[in-house]
């Protein structure tokens, strides 16, 4: 699912269900979350393991993965990456720094958002074109796709800047495939001053988003090139 959704130099790996039971942790992993409640450990740990899949696909050694600033993971030297996890569902993307400068992704129940949290995270620009779009396809819970495009966009955006990125600093438009009505991109324009990549100042991300198996998934790349 995932996968579909990024440049084939991007290696990803996801876990439908709960393959907890083969997700062992470093002892320093282990100790991050030993006050954690068991789900938050169970995905912790298989957040990992597909990440860890991934390091081996791209000829990476295991090493463990803890979180830095904002809960970012600590990459290896010359990976960029992103992990993401909900209920019965964890992915890990990974790609070689000299190939992306960075990457996120996100997955998220399909379903509506809690009440009042999309008054929180959309402009009014977007709230409106969610409107337009739920008229024409009430199939896609808008609201909860808008929701994880901004935090694939964060997620791509926090390893370039080390900055937090407010829901509202960025106006995301969707937009569908021809053709077909459960996935499509996004375009997500910086309302403040983007990071600086290969001499360049980015003003906008672009994204891929997908519905599939009771989930809205959604991924941002950055090139490295104009």
């Given at each position: 699912m995932i996968e579909e959704l990024l440049p084939p130099e991007v290696v990803a790996v996801e876990v439908h269900g709960d393959g907890s039971e083969h997700a062992p942790l470093y002892p320093e992993e282990a100790a991050v979350v030993a006050r954690a409640v068991p789900k938050r450990r169970r995905e912790f740990a298989l957040v990992r393991a597909c990440a860890r899949r991934a390091m081996d696909?791209?000829?990476v050694p295991p090493r463990p993965?803890?979180?830095?600033?904002?809960?970012?993971?600590?990459?290896?030297?010359?990976?960029?990456?992103?992990?993401?996890?909900?209920?019965?569902?964890?992915a890990a993307a990974l790609v070689r720094a000299t190939d992306l400068a960075s990457l996120?992704?996100?997955?998220?129940?399909?379903?509506?958002?809690?009440?009042?949290?999309?008054?929180?995270?959309?402009?009014?620009?977007?709230?409106?074109?969610?409107?337009?779009?739920?008229?024409?396809?009430?199939?896609?819970?808008w609201d909860r796709l808008l929701f994880s495009a901004k935090e694939s966009v964060y997620k791509a955006w926090f390893p370039l800047t080390g900055r937090w990125l407010e829901f509202t600093e960025a106006d995301i438009e969707v937009s569908l495939d021809p053709g077909a009505a459960l996935r499509g991109g996004f375009r997500a324009e910086l309302l403040v001053p983007g990071p600086l990549v290969g001499g360049r100042r980015l003003g906008r991300f672009e994204g891929r988003w997908t519905v599939q198996r009771g989930l809205v998934a959604t991924a941002v790349t950055v090139s490295r090139t104009p």
């Open positions: 696909k791209l000829g993965l803890l979180p830095g600033e904002r809960g970012a993971p600590g990459w290896p030297p010359g990976l960029a990456g992103s992990m993401t996890h909900c209920d019965g569902y964890c996120g992704i996100d997955a998220e129940p399909h379903q509506p958002l809690p009440e009042g949290v999309l008054e929180a995270v959309a402009l009014p620009t977007e709230a409106a074109a969610l409107r337009r779009l739920t008229g024409r396809h009430p199939e896609v819970h």
